[in-house]
């Protein structure tokens, strides 16, 4: 694409440039967003197309081949349209040169939090591997530049709900998994933890809500179904054929503590697998965190689990207090 260069920092700033696969990949007729047209002789945008106007075909070959040549942008206040759109196919955010890695993490954040959300109200095969394959789109955007996963820490969901919390166990998780492993990080373990890190509560999201609201008399029947949330998610995922250990050890064991006060098998020290802790430290951290009233900050939350150290192993917290304290608060 040309004309890039042409356009000034500060145009930049509040436009980016759109491709024509990008582009293609709205509907046809009445695109969401309104488009702005680069003119050489003035150096300027000027707008070209407003939101839901219908497009003749003439003009939709016109605007084509304008995206092609680089002259179609949009506006970074419509970010959030562009990114819902986005959203529904990750991939592309693969492919789009133009975003700014925190708008990029916005779509990844809607992304990933939908798929988990769809997965849990109906756990099939379907909603799986829409799950899987954007996680996988999110290990590859790692996997070039791990760095990047400092961008994902500063943008965590604020509101308490299940999906929201699986994004922020998601992501916290692999954070420290990433700072854990260093030089010895592969890939394919990274896909592996992130799918049993956004899925670990499933076996939760199957319990009907009356009984999760409920604050006391729990029936017998109904405190096992809470006892045993964590082995029948990994039932539910061994049924959808996903068998890898690093995965199952995430459900199976996020709410395992290493002085043995856990549940539900009452696992201790190193009884817990490496996935487990980081997924147990991970979930505790973000229910701190977003499930208090009134809400903490990160420094008070890591302070917090400071107190309750006997529960996780020491180098996890260490990692904990590493990526959020030195990292996002200098
Ligand atoms: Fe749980």
Redesign the pocket.
């Known amino acids: 694409m040309k004309n890039k260069n042409l356009i000034s920092e500060e145009l930049n700033e509040e436009f980016y440039q759109i491709s024509s696969e990008i582009l293609s990949s709205f509907p046809k007729f009445r695109l969401p967003l309104n488009l702005y047209i680069f003119k050489e002789d003035i150096a300027q945008l000027v707008p070209y197309y407003r939101a839901m106007e219908r497009l003749d075909k003439r003009k939709q070959e016109e605007l084509f081949e304008l995206s092609n040549e680089g002259y179609i942008f949009v506006s970074r206040t419509d970010h959030p349209i562009y990114a819902k759109h986005i959203s529904k196919q990750l991939d592309l955010v693969l492919v789009d040169k133009n975003l700014k890695p925190n708008e990029i993490v916005e779509v990844f954040k809607q992304a990933l939090t939908n798929r988990v959300a769809e997965f849990y109200d109906q756990p099939v095969k379907p909603t799986l591997e829409k799950l899987q394959s954007d996680l996988l789109i999110l290990v590859e955007y790692l996997w070039k530049d791990q760095f990047q996963i400092k961008s994902f820490l500063k943008n965590l969901h604020h509101n308490y709900s299940l999906p929201n919390m699986a994004y922020n166990t998601g992501i916290t998780g692999l954070a420290l998994f990433i700072e854990t492993q260093g030089n010895n990080l592969a890939k394919k373990h990274l896909a592996q933890i992130g799918l049993g890190l956004f899925t670990?509560?499933l076996?939760?999201a199957r319990i009907p809500k009356f009984i999760l609201d409920k604050k006391e008399n729990l029936t017998p029947d109904e405190q096992s179904k809470i006892h045993n949330?964590?082995i029948n998610g990994a039932k539910i995922l061994r049924k959808l054929d996903v068998t890898q250990s690093a995965t199952l050890q995430c459900l199976l064991e996020?709410?395992e503590f290493i002085d043995g006060s856990g549940y539900p098998r009452k696992l201790s020290g190193s009884e817990i697998s490496l996935q487990g802790g980081i997924t147990s430290l991970a979930?505790t951290f973000n229910e701190l965190l977003i499930k208090s009233n009134p809400r903490k900050s990160i420094k008070e939350t890591i302070d917090q689990l400071m107190s309750m150290e006997n529960k996780f192993n020491h180098n996890l917290i260490a990692s904990l207090s590493r990526i959020f304290i030195s990292e996002l608060m200098k």
């Open positions: 670990y509560d076996g939760l949330h964590p996020h709410h979930h």
